[in-house]
C-alpha cells in the first residue's frame, strides 16, 4: 500500500469514527465523496453538504450496522458524468439536474473535459434536505470547525491541480474558511482556503447560471484558468 492509500485510510478512519459521535447526538446521517478518490485529480469540487434527510438511525437499521464503516464514505462510481447503476435500476431521477448543468459547463467545445478526472466531496459531511438547514443543528460550530479542519486536510492528502467550490455566495464560502474572494467574471470567483488558490462557480440548482448561454461563458471562464 503506497503513502497516498495510507493516509487517506487514516483520514477515513478518523472521519468515520468522529462523525459517527456527532451522528448519535445528532441522528444526522452522513457520508463525504460522491465519486471514487484518486490522487491528484485534475480538479476537486465542493459542495457543501448532502442532501437529503434520511436519519442516521434509519440507514444503521437498513444497512445492518452498527456505525457507518470507513470504508462506505461515499460512491464507487463517477456520478458526475454518469448516471450510477443502482439509480438506473430504481428508476430515480438522482443527480440527473446537476449531470445535466455539468455537460454544459465542462465538455470538449469548452476544452474542459475533466470530470472523467474530479474528485468530489462535500465541506459538511452530513445531510440536510437544504444547505441553510445545517445551521439547525445544535453542536453546528462544532461540527464545521472539525468538517473544515479534515477538508483541508484531506486536501493536502490528494494535492488536487484544482479546486472548485459548488457555491458562489460568499456567505457560503466564508463560511467554509474561504478568505479574498474575489469576482472573475462570467458567475466565477476566486479566493484562498488557507494557502490554496480555489474558485467557485454556482450551485447547479442555480437555473439562470446554467442556461446554455451562461454555462458556455462559465466553461470558457474556467477552461481560461484549469
Request: aromatic share 12%.
Amino acid at each position: 500500500m503506497n503513502d497516498f492509500e495510507l493516509k487517506k485510510d487514516k483520514w477515513l478512519k478518523e472521519v468515520a469514527e468522529q462523525c459517527h459521535e456527532f451522528a448519535l447526538k445528532t441522528d444526522l446521517d452522513f457520508y463525504v465523496f460522491q465519486t471514487p478518490i484518486f490522487y491528484s485529480p485534475d480538479l476537486l469540487i465542493i459542495g457543501i453538504n448532502p442532501g437529503g434527510n434520511k436519519s442516521y438511525s434509519q440507514l444503521l437499521l437498513d444497512k445492518g450496522y452498527n456505525k457507518r464503516p470507513f470504508d462506505d464514505l461515499g460512491y464507487n462510481e463517477n456520478t458526475l458524468n454518469t448516471k450510477p447503476k443502482w439509480e438506473v435500476e430504481a428508476k430515480e431521477k438522482g443527480n440527473d439536474t446537476m449531470r445535466n448543468a455539468f455537460k454544459r459547463v465542462f465538455n470538449k467545445d469548452n476544452n474542459l473535459n475533466v470530470l472523467e478526472n474530479s474528485v468530489m466531496m462535500n465541506m459538511f459531511y452530513f445531510n440536510t434536505q437544504k444547505e441553510i438547514h445545517i445551521n439547525n443543528i445544535d453542536i453546528k460550530e462544532e461540527i464545521k470547525n472539525y468538517c473544515i479542519e479534515k477538508t483541508r486536510e484531506f486536501i493536502e492528502i490528494l494535492n488536487p491541480k484544482n479546486i472548485l467550490f459548488l457555491t458562489s455566495n460568499n456567505t457560503n464560502l466564508k463560511n467554509c474558511s474561504v478568505k479574498n474572494i474575489e469576482t472573475l467574471g462570467s458567475n466565477v470567483k476566486k479566493g484562498l482556503l488557507g494557502e490554496r488558490v480555489i474558485y467557485a462557480i454556482p450551485h447547479y440548482g442555480s437555473y439562470s447560471a446554467y442556461s446554455y448561454v451562461n454555462a458556455e461563458k462559465m466553461g470558457r471562464k474556467l477552461s481560461e484558468i484549469f
